[in-house]
């Protein structure tokens, strides 16, 4: 019978043969976790939706729409929680909505893509995780994405990118970049802000109107100054108070909504502004405090209204106190972009969509829609008046003479601002207060 141990003299064999392979396991078992422990550790990102307020829990993200392997999958890319009863809430609707327009269709996003939420994550980087799981069209969803947008794009040559807001593809704007597989598109909201202003002004009792902003760019003094122009008119021809009267005031929180330690707290802010005689706070940034705040300070007894922004559905917040909402219908640009997508034929574009005047509760054509709110009240006939005024061009706010903060001209007397001196708004407006910088 063979003994089961090895003679002496092939001991030494035996024991660099057993070092060696013990060796060589450990290497390549060790090199295979950290490849898997990175793509794990990047690949848990992707399809993550928080389940509410700013929880890091995560849940998988394909859509309740989705069907099988060979769906046409887009990939999206959101600044916020997907819940947020604001601009991500907006757009996750709209492209659930496009998605149930487009048979085929199939989605994939990863939501609070910011640094609070996701420290040291770059859009970019979700991107190329989304591009990995098939997305063939990729949307970002905030202007901060505006360079990931553009470094995906010239990446994955083959996949069709879109970032909402941005003005790269646009050929007649100040940053155009030639990339043939990019997008922008973007609603042009400061008629709806302007619709808001109004609304506000023919609301408030003090003359004193609280704007709630995110951070300070071109695209935020271009909305915040909409709502100023929409607020003086109808104080001026609808109220017949002089401008002088108007108290209209914007403070800047510094990003889209709150993070803790980095930004004012929102919060804070609309209790300072309702306990400080502003009795009409407007919305500016992505989540509900101006409509939160204002509901527990009338439930206190004090009478004040807010205005909401984003979502139509933003006045169920706080009915017996909202003055009204504007807000975007990406459904329709989205439809659009998902049929041209998949047909294989989607040029770049730049898509600056307007307000459907004609049906603003329910646009079917432009993407900027206006809710009237309850706390409107009869007060609804100006607003309606105001609307119909700027649909047939007799109403037109953008024409001067405008002046800067500064005393400087925005549009000189006689002349209409262009399209460019909208879009690239360098300061707030005469009237205003609060930083434009």
């Given at each position: 019978?063979?003994s089961?141990?090895p003679?002496s ?18 290497y390549w078992?060790?090199?295979f976790?950290?490849?898997?422990g990175?793509?794990i550790?990047l ?8 389940t ?14 989705a069907?099988g392997g ?7 890319v959101?600044?916020?929680p997907?819940n947020?009863?604001g ?14 327009n487009?048979?085929?269709?199939k ?7 910011n640094?609070?939420?996701r420290?040291n ?12 799981k ?6 970002f969803?905030?202007d ?9 794009a010239?990446?994955?040559s ?7 807001s941005?003005?790269?593809a646009?050929k ?5 970049k ?10 042009r909201?400061e008629?709806?802000?302007?619709l808001?202003g109004?609304?506000?002004a023919?609301g408030t009792?003090?003359g ?7 951070l ?22 609808y109220r ?21 330690g980095?930004?004012?707290d929102?919060?804070?802010v609309a209790d300072?502004?309702y ?15 101006a ?11 004090k ?8 979502l ?6 706080a009915p017996?106190?909202c003055l ?5 219908r ?8 998902l ?5 294989g034929?989607?040029?770049s ?5 307007g307000?459907?005047?004609?049906n ?19 007060n609804?006939?100006?607003l309606?008046e105001?609307?119909k005024g700027?649909a ?5 706010l953008y ?6 903060q500064d005393?400087?001209?925005?549009v000189?007397?006689?002349?209409t601002a262009?399209?460019q ?12 207060e609060?930083?434009?910088?």
């Amino acid at each position: 019978m063979r003994s089961s141990e090895p003679d002496s003299a092939s001991l030494p064999h035996l024991t660099f043969l057993f070092w060696f392979v013990q060796n060589m396991t450990q290497y390549w078992l060790s090199r295979f976790l950290r490849q898997a422990g990175f793509a794990i550790a990047l690949g848990s990102i992707v399809g993550a939706c928080g389940t509410g307020g700013t929880s890091n829990q995560n849940q998988t993200a394909a859509s309740p729409n989705a069907a099988g392997g060979g769906d046409y999958v887009i990939g999206m890319v959101l600044v916020g929680p997907k819940n947020d009863a604001g601009w991500n809430q907006a757009h996750f609707e709209g492209i659930e909505g496009a998605i149930k327009n487009v048979p085929g269709t199939k989605l994939e996003f990863v939501d609070k893509v910011n640094p609070a939420d996701r420290p040291n994550v770059k859009g970019s980087q979700v991107a190329d995780d989304l591009i990995a799981k098939g997305a063939k069209l990729v949307i970002f969803n905030s202007d901060d994405f505006k360079d990931d947008a553009l470094e995906t794009a010239k990446k994955h040559s083959d996949v069709k990118v879109i970032h909402a807001s941005g003005d790269y593809a646009w050929k007649e704007g100040q940053n155009f970049k030639s990339q043939a597989n990019l997008t922008n598109i973007m609603g042009r909201m400061e008629y709806g802000k302007m619709l808001a202003g109004c609304a506000a002004a023919l609301g408030t009792e003090t003359g004193k109107i609280g704007y709630l902003g995110p951070l300070i760019n071109d695209e935020t003094r271009r909305y915040t100054s909409g709502a100023f122009l929409g607020a003086k008119y109808c104080w001026e021809n609808y109220r017949k108070k002089p401008a002088a009267d108007l108290d209209f005031k914007v403070t800047w929180i510094g990003f889209w909504f709150n993070i803790p330690g980095k930004t004012l707290d929102p919060t804070k802010v609309a209790d300072d502004y309702y306990n400080g005689g502003y009795d009409v706070v407007m919305s500016g940034i992505d989540t509900p405090e101006a409509a939160v705040q204002g509901k527990k300070a009338a439930e206190a007894g004090k009478k004040v209204k807010y205005v909401h922004y984003d979502l139509e559905t933003g006045c169920s917040l706080a009915p017996n106190i909202c003055l009204g909402v504007p807000f975007y219908r990406w459904s329709l640009p989205y439809t659009d972009a998902l049929k041209k997508a998949k047909s294989g034929n989607y040029p770049s574009e730049f898509v600056w969509s307007g307000p459907d005047y004609q049906n603003l509760s329910a646009p079917s054509s432009g993407m900027i829609g206006f809710n009237v709110g309850q706390a409107l009240g009869d007060n609804k006939k100006f607003l309606d008046e105001f609307a119909k005024g700027m649909a047939d061009g007799s109403i037109n706010l953008y024409k001067g003479p405008i002046k800067f903060q500064d005393g400087s001209d925005f549009v000189k007397a006689g002349a209409t601002a262009t399209e460019q001196q909208i879009w690239y708004m360098p300061q707030l407006l005469a009237g205003m207060e609060g930083p434009s910088k």
